[in-house]
């Protein structure tokens, strides 16, 4: 998203003509998960002249670089385009870490959701299960979070818990993309509060006999699960702007069976 839809836009002008302050305005388009970088060009000269904002382009543009990019790795690996951040890492775990978290997994799945769920949603969208790692093993939990974090570093938080899903042969995710859509009610329920999504590191933790590849769509790139393999990507542009060029799909296992692991990043609210 590049721009800001038009019924925003013209929301913007009723309510300054209205006589309501511009920085109410931009609260409430920042609640609604629009980022500053569109916001503020059509709030300009209505704004303060001390008016600041944290999260501004400058903001994203550091939360671009983190600390695995700065201090690379030799199995740090980039199939980044102009608009896309995509890598991949090798031995993130090892394969003695990843059989003790598919073992633990597999004993505690349950049907994996999704955020959106409309009447045209189909029941085959997304057909894995889902493990809570959080809630059956701690300690495995930390070994993965912290883990996962130095790859990133301090500034990026703790994002949410770590969850884990597993694919059995025909299952799949079709296409889709991690982030929320502003001013949606997926938005208001599952980022208002708690913060858009940034980057995504999803680690596979089992060879998968036949299929179960990662595809990225905008780039064609596809990638075949590997134990300790992660792939990691950004879902905002360098402006905070949601970013289309993320989407990706689960293509269904046909022999043998999946497992990955998957960590959201947040921004702060």
Same mark, same amino acid.
């Given at each position: 998203?590049?721009?800001?839809?038009?019924?925003?836009?013209?929301?913007?002008?009723?309510?300054?003509?209205?006589? %309501?302050?511009?920085?109410?305005?931009?609260?409430?388009?920042?609640?609604?998960?629009?980022?500053?970088?569109?916001?503020?060009?059509?709030?300009?000269?209505?704004?303060?002249?001390?008016?600041?904002?944290?999260?501004?382009?400058?903001?994203?543009?550091?939360?671009?670089? =983190?600390? %695995?990019?700065?201090?690379?790795?030799?199995?740090?690996?980039?199939?980044?385009?102009?608009?896309?951040?995509?890598?991949?890492?090798?031995? %993130?775990?090892?394969?003695?870490?990843?059989?003790?978290?598919?073992?633990?997994?597999?004993?505690?799945?349950?049907?994996?959701?999704?955020?959106?769920?409309?009447?045209?949603?189909?029941?085959?969208?997304?057909?894995?299960?889902?493990?809570?790692?959080?809630? %059956?093993?701690?300690?495995?939990?930390?070994?993965?979070?912290?883990?996962?974090?130095?790859?990133?570093?301090?500034?990026?938080?703790?994002?949410? =818990?770590?969850?884990?899903?597993?694919?059995?042969?025909?299952?799949?995710?079709?296409?889709?993309?991690?982030?929320?859509?502003?001013?949606?009610?997926?938005?208001?329920?599952?980022?208002?509060?708690?913060?858009?999504?940034?980057?995504?590191?999803?680690?596979?933790?089992?060879?998968?006999?036949?299929?179960?590849?990662?595809?990225?769509?905008?780039?064609?790139?596809?990638?075949?699960?590997?134990?300790?393999?992660?792939?990691?990507?950004?879902?905002?542009?360098?402006?905070?702007?949601?970013?289309?060029?993320?989407?990706?799909?689960?293509?269904?296992?046909?022999?043998?069976?999946?497992?990955?692991?998957?960590?959201?990043?947040?921004?702060?609210?």
């Amino acid at each position: 998203m590049t721009k800001l839809p038009g019924n925003w836009k013209r929301w913007i002008v009723e309510n300054l003509l209205r006589g %309501v302050p511009a920085t109410t305005l931009h609260h409430t388009l920042i609640k609604e998960g629009f980022s500053d970088s569109l916001i503020r060009p059509l709030l300009a000269g209505n704004l303060p002249d001390d008016f600041a904002y944290p999260y501004d382009s400058r903001y994203f543009s550091a939360l671009a670089r =983190p600390s %695995v990019i700065q201090h690379p790795q030799s199995s740090l690996v980039s199939f980044s385009t102009p608009t896309l951040q995509l890598y991949q890492m090798d031995e %993130v775990f090892s394969q003695d870490e990843c059989a003790q978290l598919c073992s633990v997994i597999k004993q505690h799945l349950r049907p994996s959701d999704i955020s959106t769920v409309s009447s045209g949603t189909s029941q085959s969208f997304r057909t894995s299960s889902t493990c809570d790692l959080s809630q %059956v093993d701690q300690a495995l939990t930390d070994l993965a979070d912290k883990r996962i974090q130095s790859l990133f570093g301090p500034d990026f938080g703790v994002g949410e =818990p770590i969850q884990a899903q597993h694919y059995a042969p025909g299952q799949a995710f079709k296409a889709h993309t991690d982030y929320f859509e502003p001013a949606t009610s997926e938005y208001r329920r599952f980022a208002a509060e708690s913060g858009q999504r940034t980057w995504t590191c999803m680690v596979y933790l089992n060879v998968v006999e036949e299929g179960g590849d990662t595809e990225f769509l905008h780039i064609g790139k596809r990638f075949s699960p590997q134990p300790g393999r992660a792939l990691f990507w950004n879902n905002l542009d360098l402006d905070g702007n949601v970013n289309t060029a993320t989407l990706h799909q689960a293509h269904p296992v046909i022999n043998g069976e999946k497992t990955v692991i998957t960590k959201w990043f947040r921004t702060p609210c």
